[in-house]
């Protein structure tokens, strides 16, 4: 590897953190999904996911040693049981892979934007070239065998207009339509959520500790909430609501996963979640489009936060790296 001088700076080391404990988690998961998927297709794009998740994991272990960083503990064989019969039927592993390769394009692209070191960039580009890549395929897929549902249509525009009256974002009495981008956020929130609604119903399965149970509850719960608030939005606008994924989730009662895994997995989901709301948030230019927005950011917020507690009172939660404590080295605490 090529030696530098500059030295990390404080977004890069955070990104390479955060970067090999995701792919750390989508390696066991995708593990599972190959181990037991029969459709063909579907393993060839899981295999090409693996691929590159297995890769990442590498090269941040080889810029962590050069650079003398301990690297964060890895899950192990004992949190994925591969004996068990399957818990998803194959398309949910497609589904997957779609999920979170979007996840991981408008992720890493935030992570991209905040380095300078020129292995660095080069690297996190390369994440966010194959995770098109990966989205690519995978969204080909789902429309080769029907499951892959696209945003509402609208007519064409005939002429550009201007925004004459301050009017254009009350959300409130006599409302303009949705404009292309809200309905962008909204469809796929709408079906982020359904994704999520899935997880909720597999885990809500198989998971036996009371406390976790009631937390996925909870999540199934928020998702659902934002699916008919979001849905009856479209209904009022005559774009119609978008319509639920087929339940791609088995009868088996037996966990493939530990207790550890699927929180982590929450954790990470609630995190991305909150980076979308955010981006709809941005992009909406009506007022109660915004309103919803920050009441969903809100409840997953404090909806995380339980979710931290259950990791910090488990150990199950690694300290990202961080900043010393001047003020205790200067002996003034």
Same mark, same amino acid.
């Given at each position: ?194 994704? +999520?609604?899935?997880?909720?119903? /597999? ?7 009371? #406390? *976790?149970?009631? !937390?996925?509850?909870? &999540? ?63 992009? +909406?230019?009506?007022?109660?489009? /915004? ?7 809100? #409840? *997953?917020?404090? !909806?995380?936060?339980? &979710? ?26």
């Amino acid at each position: 590897m090529v030696s530098h001088t500059a030295r990390l700076s404080s977004s890069e080391i955070g990104g390479l953190w955060a970067i090999f404990l995701q792919e750390d988690m989508s390696i066991r998961l995708l593990e599972y999904f190959i181990h037991h998927n029969q459709d063909e297709e579907i393993k060839s794009v899981l295999e090409q996911a693996l691929t590159a998740s297995i890769s990442r994991i590498q090269q941040v272990t080889d810029i962590f040693k050069e650079e003398g960083i301990p690297l964060p503990d890895r899950l192990t064989d004992e949190d994925v049981d591969l004996s068990v019969p399957p818990l998803f039927y194959d398309t949910f592993a497609l589904s997957f892979v779609y999920s979170m390769g979007r996840m991981t394009m408008v992720n890493m692209g935030f992570v991209t934007a905040n380095v300078a070191r020129t292995d660095i960039l080069s690297f996190f580009t390369t994440i966010v070239k194959e995770s098109a890549t990966l989205y690519q395929n995978a969204t080909s897929l789902m429309l080769k065998k029907g499951i892959y549902d696209r945003p509402p249509m609208i007519p064409y525009p005939k002429k550009v207009e201007y925004i004459e009256k301050q009017s254009y974002i009350l959300g409130l009495g006599k409302k303009r339509p949705l404009n292309t981008a809200e309905i962008t956020e909204i469809f796929f929130n709408v079906e982020r959520n359904y994704f +999520s609604i899935l997880i909720c119903t /597999a885990f809500l399965q198989i998971v036996k500790d009371k #406390e *976790i149970r009631k !937390y996925i509850k909870e &999540g199934k719960e928020i998702s659902e909430k934002q699916i008919r608030v979001f849905n009856d939005l479209l209904l009022k606008e005559e774009l119609l609501g978008i319509k639920p994924t087929q339940m791609e989730v088995t009868d088996s009662q037996a966990a493939p996963f530990s207790d550890k895994l699927i929180v982590l997995l929450f954790h990470s989901l609630n995190a991305i979640d909150i980076t979308f709301l955010g981006h709809a948030l941005s992009l +909406s230019m009506r007022t109660d489009l /915004a309103a919803h927005y920050q009441k969903f950011i809100l #409840e *997953i917020l404090l !909806y995380e936060e339980k &979710g931290f507690t259950i990791m910090v009172n488990r150990s199950w939660l690694q300290m990202p790296p961080h900043a010393p404590n001047r003020r205790e080295l200067e002996g003034l605490t």
